[in-house]
């Protein structure tokens, strides 16, 4: 079945620590997305890509890099400049083209901690 | 930036009564979509309904929005205890989804 799969589900960092979460689709979804979640909020942009080797900075960029060599992969480094990481990461993707109206679909998300 | 406000931020009724979600929003949109989340889980796509759009149903979901009111609501009908999850609106436009902060619906037996 085509999906979403994030990994690991749940990453411990130290402090001054750089960690890449994994975001990897089989949907053949043009675009990818990053999306950090905070306890009893919503969904925050952090990157996007809509083709490969292509990216833009969303609304909180800040402390973040991002690759996308491959179609298939979008994966998201929290660097040591990221002062607040502990969070819940979400990768989703989806389709492109005239007035994008499609749905996302996400991943099952990783959780962050800094120990 | 949180471009979609629901209301309420949370919601507690009987199994089998009806849940309406509201959403508001500030700039022009494509479509406006609303999707589920069940606890540290990933969200899960309800429904979209585009901007010349006025009602969409689907199941035990309806959707409406009022661009003008730049407003949309979901209600779920006949609820039951797997309704029990967070649900939010995102709005999409230049390409992005912007989320707003949900409402928590919770369905008591």
Known sequence: DGGITQSPKYLFRKEGQNVTLSCEQNLNHDAMYWYRQDPGQGLRLIYYSQIVNDFQKGDIAEGYSVSRE???????????????PTAFYLCASTRTGQWSNYGYTFGSGTRLTVV | S???????????????????MNCSYKTSINNL??????SGRGLVHLILIRSNEREKHSGRLRVTLDTSKKSSSL???????????????????????VFGQGTRLTINP
Not at chain 2, 2 to 20: C, M, W
Not at chain 2, 33 to 38: L, T
């Open chain 2, 75 to 97: 209600l779920i009908t006949a609820s039951r205890a797997a309704d029990t999850a967070s649900y939010f609106c995102a709005t999409s436009s230049a390409q992005k989804l």
């Open chain 1, 70 to 84: 491959k179609k298939e992969s979008f994966p998201l480094t929290v660097t040591s400049a990221q002062k607040n």
């Open chain 2, 33 to 38: 979509q609303w999707y589920r989340q069940n």
């Open chain 2, 2 to 20: 949180q471009q979609g406000e629901e209301d309420p931020q949370a919601l507690s009724i009987q199994e089998g009564e009806n849940a309406t």
